[in-house]
């Protein structure tokens, strides 16, 4: 299952891309469930024998279908908006097993979440502790609060998706963090229920992730102390995979040593994935619309397909390197080719340099698309936003239908 060749033909599951494409035009995003379902599973058996929740980080893919799926799943959720409250309420979530990060919550937000009665809010300042206070008191509500705390650890990973370093925006320091929970301890209105951190994402090395759980349970420890007892410590996710050749993080032995690290302490283990579960599930289908082969020295060949960066942002915004595959095996001019897009930038390409045999109209898979790349598409250059396709065995279903140019216009207006 998940993406196979049979045939010389590129499938998701037992469903030819070749097929998806005649039905649902390109570009498209697939994704195959059972990936997803392998992935959760390999997760849960890592964690085997520790008390804990995984809560899915929204964010990496937010389709309903998914979000739906991994809460039959047992999956819970970690939210970074009130948009992505309603996704999953609308999917069937229980808010129960939400919890809310993110450094900009509104007043909107908090209200929100506190009206869903979502599990707790991951707070990231004084100020966020305040007005979570103050909205829930006007509510008649309580509550439930984990404070974010930045352990200073350094996750050796693309500097925009480092989250767990002293200059970053994200979280508190250890020491306020303690202010907070006296704070919290003390309010009518609110209930002190765990700890977070979050240190980045596309993490390789287990180290930084033993060392962020340690220095957050010696607050725990320190906390306890006070009188002061959490039922849950929650580790973020950030767990890395293997786009092209980089190591993927080895989640069993992450799993032995979060066990070992916990001890004998009874609080229930978090993890917030979203990268890891559902990255390598999806793909980009694409056609090539033209070959431009290199007219002298000194040029390159382009491959002009009908996906753009505002399709898949990653190699723009990141340098992200995405495998690309013919999803039927090549008969046309071998080379090396840049797969561009048709927007009118020069950044707008979704792979350099790639050895391709490639005639016009071929088909061709962006792999490993299904984590950041539809939640971060656009409508730069007025382009619809592709359609999302659930496969599952060997059916498939459109879950997200290609917008329209109305879908665009709708909200504005000449004048
Ligand atoms: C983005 C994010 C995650 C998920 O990160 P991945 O690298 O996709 O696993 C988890 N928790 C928080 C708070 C996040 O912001």
């Known amino acids: 299952m998940g993406y196979a060749r049979r045939d010389g033909e590129l499938c998701a599951d037992a469903v030819p891309l070749a097929t998806i494409a005649a039905g649902v035009g390109t570009p498209a995003y697939v994704y195959a469930w059972s990936v997803v379902r392998d992935r959760y599973r390999c997760l849960e058996a890592a964690l085997d024998g520790v008390d804990h929740r995984v809560c899915y980080a929204v964010k990496a893919n937010s389709n309903l279908a998914i979000l739906a799926r ?33 450094v900009g919550k509104s007043l909107a937000d908090i209200d929100f979440g ?7 809010f991951n707070v990231e300042s004084a100020s966020e502790l305040g007005r979570l206070e103050a909205r829930a008191r ?11 705390v930045n352990p200073d650890v350094d996750a050796d990973t693309h500097p925009y998706i480092a989250t767990g370093l002293k200059e970053s925006k994200f979280g508190v320091p250890p020491g306020q963090a303690v ?3 006296r704070r919290a301890f003390a309010s009518a209105h609110l209930d002190v229920a765990g700890i ?6 596309q993490i390789a090395d287990i180290e930084p992730f033993r060392m962020a759980l340690t220095a957050l349970l010696e607050l725990v420890d320190a906390l306890g102390r006070d009188g002061i007892v959490l039922d849950h410590i929650d580790i ?8 092209e050749d980089e190591p993927a993080l080895d989640l069993d032995a992450l799993g032995d040593v979060l066990r070992t690290t916990l001890g004998r302490r009874t609080l229930q ?13 999806g793909i980009l289908l694409t056609r090539v619309e033209y070959l431009k082969p290199a007219p002298a020295s000194g040029y390159r060949n382009f491959a002009v397909v009908d996906a753009a960066m505002n399709d898949l942002v990653r190699p723009a915004l990141y340098q992200a390197r995405h495998a690309v595959e013919p999803v039927v095996d090549g008969d046309g001019a071998g080379g090396r080719w840049d797969v561009v897009g048709p927007v009118c930038e020069t950044g707008d390409f979704l792979a350099l340099d790639r050895e391709l045999e490639l005639n016009e109209g071929d088909l061709l898979a962006i792999r490993t698309a299904g984590a950041y790349g539809f939640v971060q598409s656009s409508n730069y250059n007025t382009r619809p936003r592709v359609a ?15 917008e329209t140019v109305a879908d665009l216009l709708r909200l504005e207006s000449a004048r």
């Open 70 to 102: 991994l809460g039959e799943l047992g999956a819970g959720y970690d939210i970074v908006s009130g948009g992505e409250l309603e996704r999953v309420l609308r999917a069937g979530g229980d808010p129960g097993r939400v919890v809310f990060s993110g």
């Open 179 to 181: 202010e907070l929970y």
């Open 138 to 148: 006007l509510l008649g509500r309580r509550a439930r609060v984990s404070i974010r």
């Open 388 to 402: 999302e396709v659930l496969v599952d065995g060997d059916e498939f279903a459109v879950v997200r239908k290609r």
């Open 236 to 243: 973020g996710g950030g767990f890395g995979i293997t786009y």
């Open 114 to 120: 506190i009206k869903a009665g979502i599990d707790a």
């Open 196 to 201: 977070d951190c979050h240190i980045g994402s």
């Open 269 to 281: 283990l978090r993890v917030e994935p979203g990268r890891y579960l559902v990255a390598d599930a």
